[in-house]
């Protein structure tokens, strides 16, 4: 093969090699009702406030449910350490695959401290990852039923200063 064809052959594949398409996929669309329904927090990578100042993690975590309704109202269901068991209300809403919430509050709503970006979802399992904490990881595990006893423990809060309290977002 003569010098020309091998520099057009070599210049061929660096062409198609350059001009491969981008690595940045869009966002999937997801839907109230792909997230809906009721999940238990797996792991968390993230730290979140105490009332008193205090921050937690994971290991401080007893438990937390969250139910995603379709008409995009939930119900956190939590208890961790400091703060105990704990009910709060609020809406939420989709864009591509990034929620975002608020609590209900008795002076009206107040947003998450962050939005996620979900991932990973599947029929049984979801990944939320904070728009701007990208360590802050948490993965949900779908489950059938919140458990009774975490009904009957759980006071709701609906006082102006939710997240205070210890909300997890």
């Known amino acids: 093969m003569s010098i020309f064809r091998w ?5 061929f594949c660096c062409i198609c090699t350059a ?3 981008s690595d940045d996929t869009p966002a999937p669309v997801l839907s109230t009702e792909q997230v809906a329904g009721i999940w238990k927090l797996k792991s ?5 406030q105490n009332p008193d100042g205090t921050s937690y993690t994971f290991s401080d975590v007893v438990y937390v449910y969250v139910e995603l309704h379709e008409d ?10 400091a703060v105990g068991a704990v009910k709060f209300t609020g809406s939420y809403s989709l864009e591509a695959s990034t929620i975002r ?23 049984s ?14 993965q949900f595990v ?3 039923t919140v458990p009774q006893e975490v009904l009957d423990a759980s006071a709701e809060v609906r006082s102006a200063a939710v997240p205070a309290a210890g909300g997890i977002w």
């Open 7 to 11: 520099t057009a052959l070599l210049a």
């Open 19 to 21: 001009c491969g398409g």
């Open 44 to 48: 968390w990578t993230g730290e979140a």
């Open 72 to 81: 995009n109202t939930y119900a956190l269901y939590q208890n961790v350490s």
């Open 101 to 123: 919430g608020f609590y209900s509050t008795s002076a009206g709503s107040k947003a998450w401290s962050d939005s996620y970006e979900i991932g990973n979802l599947s029929g």
């Open 125 to 138: 399992a979801m990944t939320w990852t904070a728009s701007h904490a990208a360590g802050d990881v948490q």
């Open 142 to 144: 779908r489950v059938e």
